[in-house]
């Protein structure tokens, strides 16, 4: 079901998959945005899910994360070729090279860039991330974070994503870097 856009928000040209760091808000934000332009969410995560009658984690567990990461770039070039709308992908998604090339010609990467401190109090409390089920969480939301910057470097725009700044104002946030390509937003 498709929602009329907000007045003065602009028209989509391409799909915009929103990466970065498990608790950087690419769900919440993505789906703000999606219903301020009046265009589908669509979650991998989520379609992954649904295929496999499973969560991330049982599926991280039963098949370990190689299966998991094919799966996700099948989903994620699939969900690119059939609708164009706001992709929220999981926060490895983006490592792979053949992700990140196919995310860059079928659509624009916008990272979420959000510092340790905010990732980590965003999740610490939530037990549906697999990586994270380590004897220190923390430390291995740090080597992840440090190990994963090198490649949301390479996304095609970046938002810095704060703490005491609200969904609304990081659609705002979004909607203003997506503006300066014309290729992705039309603004009238």
């Known amino acids: 079901m498709r929602k009329a856009p907000v007045p003065g928000a602009g028209r989509l040209k391409k799909t915009v998959v929103m990466v970065g760091m498990m608790g950087a808000g690419k769900t919440a934000v993505g789906r ?63 490592l792979a090279e053949a992700n990140r ?13 959000a510092g340790p401190e905010v990732l980590w109090n965003r999740v610490r409390h939530k037990d549906s991330r697999p990586l994270l ?16 910057l090198p490649f949301y470097r390479q996304a095609d725009l ?3 994503s704060e703490a005491d700044v609200s969904v609304e104002q990081m659609v705002d946030r979004v909607l203003a870097v997506l503006a300066t390509r014309p290729d992705v937003l039309e603004t009238s």
């Open 133 to 148: 089920r380590t004897a220190n969480p923390k430390a291995t939301l740090l080597e992840l974070y440090e190990a994963r």
């Open 101 to 113: 090339k196919m995310i860059s010609e079928k659509g624009v990467s916008v990272w979420l860039n």
């Open 158 to 160: 970046m938002v810095v």
């Open 32 to 94: 703000a945005l999606a219903a301020r332009l009046g265009v589908p969410f669509l979650d991998s995560d989520s379609e992954i899910e649904a295929a496999a009658n499973m969560t991330v984690p049982e599926i991280f567990v039963r098949d370990g994360e190689p299966f998991f990461r094919r799966k996700e770039s099948q989903v994620i070039s699939r969900l690119l070729d059939e609708e164009r709308g706001i992709l929220s992908t999981g926060g490895g998604a983006f």
